[in-house]
């Protein structure tokens, strides 16, 4: 069972796959677009946490660049109807932190911006993923930061960026993007102004 690789980014393509050489070996890893990008140009020296997915028919090997992408890629793959692709597109959405922010708020609208996941999907994912993901406390009688800079003013400003840029009519693959790249700091009215511009320049 293969745990990780270290070797030589030998190639990488747009669809979310990328060869490894170790000692002369090349790997097919798929990966999420986002780690594509961030292993950098072929010939890079990488290291990638590896999950060996073994079926009758196939083996593949999915890669991530923190142990905490692979820990919640495995976590998915064990709830119930999340197959690898699945599983793969939930975390190209949302990373480990947002996800388990996601699930401690039970924020339906934002696991439904993966595409694939409806309503009813994303409900008991929200169920099934509290017992097996590390899920911090949020609720009222916690000393969880709620502020504007804390946990649930950070997720509650992105929730209301989404709703605001769906009523606009930008698409769930636009909007996940670009609430993606807001920061954490500010509020609603300062993040959206800064989505629009993204999405005016994309």
């Not at 745990?3 to 030998?10: K, V």
């Not at 009688?141 to 400003?157: D, F, K, N, V, Y």
């Amino acid at each position: 069972m293969i745990g990780s690789l270290r070797g030589t980014l030998a190639d990488r393509s747009g669809t979310g796959e990328v060869l490894i050489e170790v000692g002369g070996v090349g790997y097919r890893v798929t990966v999420t677009p986002t780690t594509v990008v961030e292993l950098g140009e072929p010939g890079t020296d990488v290291f990638v946490h590896i999950h060996h997915h073994i079926r009758e028919d196939a083996q593949t090997l999915y890669g991530f660049l923190t142990r905490d992408e692979r820990d919640g890629f495995e976590a998915l793959l064990g709830a119930h109807g999340v197959g690898p692709a699945l599983a793969l597109a939930i975390l190209s959405v949302h990373g480990p932190d947002a996800l388990a922010l996601v699930i401690a708020e039970d924020d339906v609208d934002a696991l439904c911006l993966v595409p694939g996941v409806g309503k009813k999907t994303a409900a008991r994912l929200l169920i099934e993923l509290k017992s097996r993901l590390r899920v911090p406390t949020l609720d009222a009688g916690s000393s969880a930061p709620t502020g504007p800079t804390g946990s649930r003013g950070r997720l509650s400003a992105r929730s209301d960026v989404r709703d605001a840029l769906a009523n606009l009519g930008y698409g769930p693959d636009e909007v996940a993007a670009v609430v993606r790249e807001l920061p954490d700091d500010e509020d609603v009215s300062v993040l959206l102004k800064q989505a629009l511009q993204r999405l005016a320049v994309s």
